[in-house]
């Protein structure tokens, strides 16, 4: 077969064969620069297999740029993701309480269970982290320094640092920069902090500590409260007293069932004790598994959709209003 001359002074073949090889070229110098933007992650333990599971520790990650923070979120565990020993939050280890705040490389939080609170977050080494009434979560500001963080110490990450999320939306964490130059992790806004007399992994000694401290859900609300109840509501430590409530047999405010409703000052017993599964009021009073105001009790803030959440389904005799 006869080749007809180009116009560079080559045969037509030879040119092909110039052109295919310039297009492999540049085809082969972009999918570098693809693989490399796609492979980027942190030098200490990118790529680095989990010890458990055998999976990478970029499985799922997501650079957060909080300010100049420029931290990294990554999917799993700490120790999934391979993280040096005695770093992060397994530098306070067990049965040593956390006594002053300390600004990690990395911080862990994990959805988890203490306790009676469940769900619950808590950090690498299984403490549970908690939430302060006096903070403000829009915008997220913390109002716990001095002694108070001696007591509460602040869950603080470096700028640069990983946050490890495991059951828990990245969409969800934040970090502040606290009066004094740190910088906190929040969630749902809501500052996060330890407690100094949790020793023991699954401790929950804070909770509930002065009405103001709870431990801090996934979401950021309060563990141990009735679920869906108005986190503005349930905030303070106390509405102003209701004056009336409808208690209803089902969850959630059923029409299903029958309705009873209980109204006056002081205590009142209810109609029929022991199957309200929600009640509705607007303001606070305290319910009571015995009549005449006797037995378990417990205050709540307005309406509870499922009594139950409370562990008090079935239980209602009483109320005491004012």
Not at 183 to 207: A, C, E, L, M
Not at 239 to 268: E, H, W, Y
Request: net charge neutral; charged share 20%.
């Amino acid at each position: 077969m006869t080749s007809t001359p180009a116009t560079d002074g080559t045969t037509g073949t030879t040119s092909k064969y110039r052109r295919n090889a310039t297009l492999f070229a540049s085809f082969a110098a972009a999918g570098a620069l693809l693989l490399s933007a796609c492979g980027g992650g942190d030098d200490t333990d990118s790529g680095a297999k989990s010890a458990d599971s055998g999976a990478t520790s970029s499985a799922t990650e997501q650079a957060a740029d909080s300010g100049s923070m420029d931290l990294a979120f990554k999917s799993g565990t700490a120790k999934q993701n391979s993280a040096p020993k005695n770093t992060g939050d397994w530098a306070n280890p067990p049965g040593k309480p956390a006594a002053k705040p300390v600004q990690r490389k990395w911080v862990q939080l994990s959805a988890s269970r203490a306790g009676n609170l469940d769900p619950v977050v808590v950090n690498g080494s299984g403490f549970t982290l908690y939430r302060f009434d006096k903070d403000t979560a829009s915008p997220s500001r913390s109002n716990c320094n001095g002694a108070c963080a001696t007591t509460w110490p602040p869950v603080l990450v470096n700028p640069g640092g990983k946050i490890f999320v495991d059951g828990v939306e990245p969409s969800a964490v934040g970090v502040i920069t606290r009066a004094d130059g740190t910088h906190q992790v929040t969630i749902g806004g809501w500052p996060v902090y330890r407690f100094s007399k949790d020793v023991r992994p699954g401790d929950t000694n804070g909770q509930g500590v002065g009405g103001t401290w709870f431990g801090v859900r996934p979401d950021g609300q309060k563990s141990g409260q009735p679920a869906g109840q108005d986190d503005a509501a349930s905030d303070q430590a106390q509405q102003a007293p209701a004056t009336s409530a409808v208690l209803f047999d089902d969850a959630n405010f059923s029409d299903n069932g029958p309705a009873q409703g209980v109204a006056g000052k002081g205590c009142q017993n209810v109609a029929r004790p022991k199957v309200a599964s929600s009640i509705s009021m607007s303001g606070s009073a305290k319910i009571w598994s015995g009549r005449g105001c006797t037995g378990e009790s417990k205050v709540i803030n307005g309406d509870v959709a499922d009594l139950a959440t409370i562990g008090f389904d079935n239980k209602i005799s009483s109320v005491k209003f004012g």
